[in-house]
């Protein structure tokens, strides 16, 4: 398992209470493993739901037609690496 760093491990907690994951934990979240499809299993709503909470909590904008936003959502790390190289 890949080690999660500090800004990783407190969006993946985000991500746990805003979708309602029961059969996970934060830190068992793998930085590289895909959020959508085989991965976590996330949907398009649960991308809209992300995007709002970080919108709200980091002040960040995510665009749906923005090649970066898309890029984004690929990883927890990837993810991870947006919200950080955006915060005001």
């Keep these: 398992m890949t080690t999660q760093t500090e800004a990783e491990l407190a969006l993946a907690v985000l991500l746990i209470e805003i979708l309602n994951l029961e059969d996970i934990e934060a830190n068992e979240i793998e930085p590289e493993e895909p959020l959508f499809g085989e991965g976590l299993g996330l949907d398009s709503i649960d991308a809209l739901e992300i ?38």
Excluded: C, P, W
């Design 51 to 88: 995007a709002l909470e970080i919108a709200q909590q980091y002040n960040i904008e995510m665009k749906a037609e923005d090649e970066g936003t898309k890029q984004a959502f690929a990883t927890l790390r990837s993810l991870s690496a947006f919200v950080e190289q955006h915060k005001s």
